[in-house]
T-cell receptor, first 111, second 113 residues
Framework: ELKVEQNPLFLSMQEGKNYTIYCNYS?????LYWYRQDPGKSLESLFV?????AVKQEGRLMASLDTKARLSTLHITAAVHDLSATYFCAVATSGTYKYIFGTGTRLKVLA | DGGITQSPKYLFRKEGQNVTLSCEQN?????MYWYRQDPGQGLRLIYYSQIVNDFQKGDIAEGYSVSREKKESFPLTVTSAQKNPTAFYLC????????????FGEGSWLTVV
């Protein structure tokens, strides 16, 4: 059974600081997705990572994928308050349509 | 506008009643999904469908039922057998397989009293 774990679960950081969120998954997959959720809202797609070594960047966020380690990271550079949200990674099992989500990381950026 | 429409956004029901949540998409996506989210928690997969007239159970299907009679529609019924139905329900759709992401509707808040 595919399991997806994120850490940390909660992250409080100062504006201007850097930090990394980790996403580990339990079975072979080369498809990993990152989403953002604001409180009380739906999920917004951030990144799609489809191969080992894939790296995507958008603004202050950069995501990478290491399929051999079954690990993805979401790196935050010089955090700003607007990045405060919950971030989820999701993995799609190879050959299936099934997308399993991680536990989420609730990020709070303090001014 | 293209997108995924869920209704109702807020729903209150008495314990023991069945309730159906609607999900419609006009993105021509083959695959559709239902997830449940409890406050402060992650998303858990209830059911998913790859094509019309076919669907599979997710990790928490007990107490729920779905149908997929049309490509555009994937309604979810929360039955009285679901012991703790109060939650935020999210519908999603995607082209399926091939590495494409899935997109979410705005969600439906269900409160059972």
């Amino acid at each position: 059974e595919l399991k997806v774990e994120q850490n940390p679960l909660f992250l409080s950081m100062q504006e201007g600081k850097n930090y990394t969120i980790y996403c580990n998954y339990s079975t072979t997959s080369d498809r990993l997705y990152w989403y953002r959720q604001d409180p009380g809202k739906s999920l917004e797609s951030l990144f799609v990572l489809l191969s080992n070594g894939a790296v995507k960047q958008e603004g202050r966020l950069m995501a990478s994928l290491d399929t051999k380690a079954r690990l993805s990271t979401l790196h935050i550079t010089a955090a700003v308050h607007d990045l405060s949200a919950t971030y989820f990674c999701a993995v799609a099992t190879s050959g299936t349509y099934k997308y399993i989500f991680g536990t989420g990381t609730r990020l709070k950026v303090l001014a | 506008d293209g997108g995924i429409t869920q209704s109702p956004k807020y729903l209150f029901r008495k314990e023991g009643q069945n309730v159906t949540l609607s999900c419609e998409q006009n993105l021509n996506h083959d695959a559709m999904y239902w997830y449940r989210q409890d406050p402060g928690q992650g998303l858990r997969l209830i059911y998913y469908s790859q094509i019309v007239n076919d669907f599979q159970k997710g990790d928490i299907a007990e107490g729920y039922s779905v149908s997929r009679e049309k490509k555009e529609s994937f309604p979810l019924t929360v039955t009285s057998a679901q012991k703790n139905p109060t939650a935020f329900y999210l519908c999603a759709s995607g082209t399926g397989g091939g590495g494409n992401t899935i997109y979410f509707g705005e969600g439906s808040w269900l409160t059972v009293v």
